[in-house]
């Protein structure tokens, strides 16, 4: 009998995941609603969209690693989406719901990945992904940018720094 482990490739991408978990709940934390769909400049997107857009990007990973998830949002987070009010996105409750949810699957995935897996080629055309481990890096680089993105309006709202 053999068993699968996992990779260790997959191990330090996994802590990066976790670590924006953490600093994306921590960027909500404090702010009201309003606060929450307003933005910085005319060309920013607000906080809650980029939360949005981060948790999508997340499912799209799900599913690329075969564990696809509808959070139900069909096209209102993907790049370059149009901008609307606030009434247009779903409430905040449901935003932080679907986010759990989504953080949960995806380190539960993450979890199972092992080495033979980690090696094959990648499902996308992502640029400089050669492999699958490569293809959730570069997924974990998205993730940490828009954190970034959080802890910059966030301190726009005038509220401390996420980090440092």
């Not at 309003?34 to 920013?44: C, I």
């Not at 993907?78 to 449901?94: K, M, N, V």
């Amino acid at each position: 009998m053999t068993t699968r482990r996992v990779s260790a490739v997959i191990s330090p991408i996994a802590k990066i995941f976790a670590i924006n978990d953490d600093l994306a709940v921590r960027a909500l934390d404090g702010l009201t609603d309003a606060q929450l769909w307003s933005a910085p400049t005319r060309v920013n997107n607000p906080m809650m969209w980029v939360v949005g857009h981060f948790i999508q990007t997340r499912a799209q990973l799900l599913t690329l690693l075969g564990e696809p998830i509808d959070t139900g949002w069909q096209e209102r987070f993907i790049r370059g989406a149009t901008l609307r009010d606030a009434t247009h996105y779903p409430s905040r409750d449901e935003i932080e719901r679907i986010m759990n949810d989504v953080t949960c699957r995806l380190h539960r995935k993450l979890a199972t990945i092992d080495d033979e897996q980690v090696d094959r080629p990648p499902s996308t055309s992502l640029p400089g992904a050669d492999t699958v481990a490569d293809e959730i890096a570069l997924f974990a680089f998205h993730d940490s940018y828009h954190v970034g993105q959080m802890g910059y309006i966030r301190k726009a709202l005038g509220f401390p720094a996420l980090a440092g």
